[in-house]
């Protein structure tokens, strides 16, 4: 008589857990996207200048679900808690600032930093995970393909 209420209250239960489970933003697929989102738009806006205005109204973070779904798949939970933890802070906000500098300037300029600073974002760029998003982002992941169409798809 109790048993299909409690299996009721279970289900429900486990279900909001997914789903509170699905919705935690991670620092490092937010700033992975904005990274892949900045070389697509400084790319194409010098490829298709007309694009430029449309290229500027897509966030910054609309890669961010492909990437926590890429994360989910490629980096052990232990290395997720230390990339959070780096990219949640400023140094890893200026980390990806200088990234994206870089880039534009085709090498010619990188932010400063003081030799505190490199040894943090050394620990970072040294580890497998780290270097595993780096090639899944370049290497046109499907799910990175998608959510880029998806992002362009207002500029067609």
Not at 53 to 60: A, F, P, R
Not at 85 to 93: E, I, K, Q, W, Y
Not at 124 to 139: F, H, T
Not at 140 to 155: F, N
Request: charged share 20%.
């Amino acid at each position: 008589m109790f048993k299909a209420p409690c299996i009721a209250a279970a289900l429900a239960l486990a279900l909001g857990s997914a789903a509170q489970a699905q919705e935690v933003r991670h620092p490092t697929a937010d700033e992975f996207s904005r990274l892949s989102i900045a070389g697509m738009k400084h790319g194409l806006a010098q490829s298709h200048p007309a694009m430029k205005g449309c290229l500027d109204q897509i966030s910054n973070y609309a890669y961010s679900e492909a990437y926590q779904a890429i994360i989910a798949r490629v980096v052990p939970a232990a290395d997720l808690v230390v990339l959070d933890a780096f990219f949640s802070t400023p140094l890893g906000a200026r980390w990806t600032d200088d990234n994206i500098l870089y880039s534009r300037t085709d090498g010619a300029s990188h932010g400063e930093f003081d030799r505190e600073e490199l040894e943090r974002i050394r620990v970072i760029v040294s580890m497998p995970s780290y270097i595993k998003l780096q090639e899944v982002g370049g290497s046109g992941d499907p799910l990175i393909q998608k959510a880029m169409m998806k992002a362009l798809d207002p500029c067609q």
